[in-house]
Nanobody, 116 residues
Framework: QVQLVESGGGFVQPGGSLRLSCAAS????????MSWYRQAPGKERELVAR????????NFLDSVKGRFSISRDNAKSTVYLQMNSLFPADTAVYYC?????????WGIGTLVTVSS
């Protein structure tokens, strides 16, 4: 049974940082790409960043380039999203995603609130 469990969300002031973690289980983590998505209130879910099985990185969202980074530890079956210089516009529920040969699996999300 595939499980993705996000953690690390919370409340942070503008300019602050957070590190999200996603612990995966139930599949061979090391051979699949992993992604982080987010969904802000009233908006569609959007892809934030994606990392290949071998650790290559592709950031899809222009607004986070230079501020966010994605990494993975295949030994721990965990993917991370380091978020720096946060803006209020980064407020959203952040979801971990695993694409297993075209079948998407999602965690329940972790809320990030950026506000003064």
């Amino acid at each position: 049974q595939v499980q993705l469990v996000e953690s690390g969300g919370g409340f942070v002031q503008p300019g602050g940082s957070l590190r999200l973690s996603c612990a995966a289980s139930g599949f061979t983590f090391s051979i699949y790409p992993m992604s982080w998505y987010r969904q802000a209130p009233g908006k569609e879910r959007e892809l934030v960043a994606r990392i290949t099985s071998g650790g290559g990185v592709t950031n899809f969202l222009d607004s986070v380039k230079g501020r966010f980074s994605i990494s993975r530890d295949n030994a721990k079956s965990t993917v991370y999203l380091q978020m720096n210089s946060l803006f209020p516009a980064d407020t959203a529920v952040y979801y971990c995603n695993a694409d297993l040969y075209g079948v998407d699996f999602w965690g329940i999300g972790t809320l990030v609130t950026v506000s003064s």
